[in-house]
């Protein structure tokens, strides 16, 4: 209330957590600020940053931001809860500190939902960027909820820095996991498709960015792991009604999850050596050749004997070494005699 004024409530809370993400926070938080749709709160939890981010945040002046400072890191999960239980939109909207939203996409999300009340969350599709802007790839996501439902019980189907949902998902399905130190948004969407119909729209309004110099491969190792849970826990709630996350105590949760990530030493090096050649091929299939090399180089010292890497360098070299004419002879002789 401001001068005996009540005031009205934002139409979208756009939810933003950041943590050391100097960088490109003012990227990130500029292709917000100039949305074509306008009624929104924009509402950052600075999670503990150590670096510039508080001082970049402080010299915005736009009224719609709001800042919430965690005294200390508590991780994305509890940071975007945070942001959720604060948040005041009918529609609450993600958005990467690194990432990049373009100029429509508030609007053409919000249109989407005002036309399919039956969806309940949108994503779009979306390019992947590398660290100097340059797109070097475009994902096509599905689009139809029936489709979505069907496939996300084998990976995640949306990329989740552009989705916007309806506030009444937090009341009937709840906030992030908190015991999701990984994967929560893959989780999250998970229980949301399991209650509504979810859709994509086939139109790129997102740009997700790739930082070479800060690709976590022993992070997507964690992630793919969480992610294996959310889908085997999924399946149990489409058969019984409920997970083993709601039913077990702390202490059993707390040995699933360190079961979770107990893998041996080489079995590491070997899922991030692979890792590493997953975002290589990422970035070469964007002519990003000097990246992708450099994470194939990657791969080869942490696990010399990993057979997919090898491969993939004979490959990238083919390519890059002969004419286009030759490869497309070697193919044909392959196909021809296997």
Request: proline share 2%; glycine share 6%.
């Amino acid at each position: 209330m401001l001068n005996g004024i009540k005031m009205k409530n934002p139409k979208v809370t756009v939810l933003m957590s950041v943590y050391n993400g100097e960088k490109y926070l003012r990227e990130a938080i500029d292709s917000i600020l100039g949305q074509t749709f306008k009624d929104f709160e924009f509402l950052i939890v600075n999670d503990g940053s150590t670096d510039k981010t508080a001082e970049i945040l402080k010299s915005y002046q736009d009224p719609r931001i709001k800042i919430v400072n965690n005294e200390k890191n508590i991780g994305l999960t509890r940071s975007l809860n945070k942001g959720l239980r604060l948040a005041k939109g009918e529609y609450i909207a993600r958005q990467d500190a690194d990432d990049i939203s373009m100029p429509e996409r508030l609007e053409k999300e919000l249109k989407f939902l005002g036309k399919n009340k039956n969806v309940a969350l949108v994503g779009t599709d979306y390019f992947l960027i590398n660290e100097k802007d340059k797109i070097i790839d475009k994902i096509n996501c599905l689009t139809e909820s029936k489709d979505l439902k069907e496939k996300l019980l084998k990976g995640n189907q949306f990329g989740h820095g552009s989705v916007m949902f309806r506030r009444e998902c937090i009341d009937k399905v709840g906030v992030y996991r908190e015991e999701f130190k990984f994967a929560q948004d893959f989780d999250f969407l998970l229980r949301i498709s399991e209650v509504y119909d979810v859709a994509n729209i086939s139109e790129p309004l997102y740009k997700w960015r790739i930082n070479i110099k800060s690709v976590s491969v022993k992070k997507k190792m964690f992630q793919d792991k969480y992610a294996s849970l959310a889908i085997e826990l999924a399946k149990e709630r489409r058969q019984s009604g409920k997970d083993k996350l709601q039913s077990l105590n702390k202490k059993e949760i707390d040995k699933l999850l360190d079961e979770l990530i107990s893998d041996t030493r080489i079995q590491d090096k070997r899922k991030i050596a692979e890792g590493y050649c997953f975002w290589s091929r990422v970035l070469f299939d964007g002519k990003d050749y000097k990246g992708a090399f450099k994470l194939l180089f990657k791969s080869f010292v942490r696990y010399p004997l990993n057979e997919e890497t090898w491969i993939l360098a004979f490959k990238d070299l083919a390519i890059l070494l002969f004419p286009k004419s030759v490869i497309n002879v070697l193919r044909y002789i392959k196909r021809s005699i296997f």
